[in-house]
């Protein structure tokens, strides 16, 4: 049962432009949302997280939208760099489980 | 600052040899320990986590066991691999507090099995 769902595998936009990548979960018991970025053969890297308290974190170039009735988060990154190239993924967890779900990955790719 | 250590980074093994990796978190008390792993185009799925010394949690059914000797210590072994068992694992850590907090991994170790 895949409780949290990138169904993107993968995406390419040009350089300066808007990159969106999206998720959907499942579990409505899932308070806490994260995104992160991978570069092969490296272990994820923490970019953005959003509460389910909130619809909107920013931070810089990249910003996550929670639509909590869709069960639907977004990873907004303007502008694009190709150095913003990587897998993202999305991650799920719940106030005292202590377990992060995560998705199969979004390859980004940025192309100058 | 806190920093997460794993090695090897990577690893060649024969089927049927046993397996141990490990992973250990500097500069923090009391983490949350994880290990996942990433199968070839796959998602990062959740083997073991851990809250505690002694505490470990499995969450896939599998060739693999956890064990976690000290506070931040966290080892993932298996007495005899199969191919199956090839990959890429990762370590992780997060804080112990009263809500949610982020994840921070490691670098991970390469597993091939052959």
């Known amino acids: 049962d895949q409780q949290v769902k990138q169904n993107s595998p993968s995406l390419s936009v040009q350089e300066g432009r808007i990159s969106i990548l999206n998720c959907d979960y499942t579990?409505?018991?899932?308070?806490?949302f994260l995104w992160y970025k991978k570069y092969p053969a490296e272990g994820p890297t923490f970019l953005i997280s959003i509460s389910s308290i909130k619809d909107k974190n920013e931070d810089g170039r990249f910003t996550v939208f929670l639509n909590k009735s869709a069960k639907h988060l977004s990873l907004h990154i303007v502008p694009s760099q190709p150095g913003d190239s990587a897998v993202y993924f999305c991650a799920a967890t719940t106030s005292g489980t202590y377990k992060y779900i995560f998705g199969t990955g979004t390859r980004l790719k940025v192309l100058a | 600052s806190q920093t997460i250590h794993q090695w090897p980074a990577t690893l060649v093994q024969p089927v049927g040899s046993p397996l141990s990796l490990e992973c250990t978190v500097e500069g923090t008390s009391n983490p949350n320990l994880y290990w996942y792993r990433q199968a070839a185009g796959r998602g990062l799925q959740l083997l073991f986590y851990s809250v505690g010394i002694g505490q470990i949690s499995s969450e896939v059914p599998q060739n693999l066991s956890a064990s976690r000797p000290q506070d931040r210590q966290f080892i993932l072994s298996s007495k005899k691999l199969l191919l199956s068992d090839s990959g890429f694992y990762l370590c992780?850590?997060?804080?112990?507090?009263?809500?949610?907090?982020?994840?921070?991994f490691g670098q991970g170790t390469r597993l091939t099995v052959v």
């Open positions: 992780a850590w997060s804080k112990s507090p009263r809500g949610p907090a982020e994840a921070f």
């Open positions: 579990n409505s018991m899932f308070d806490y």
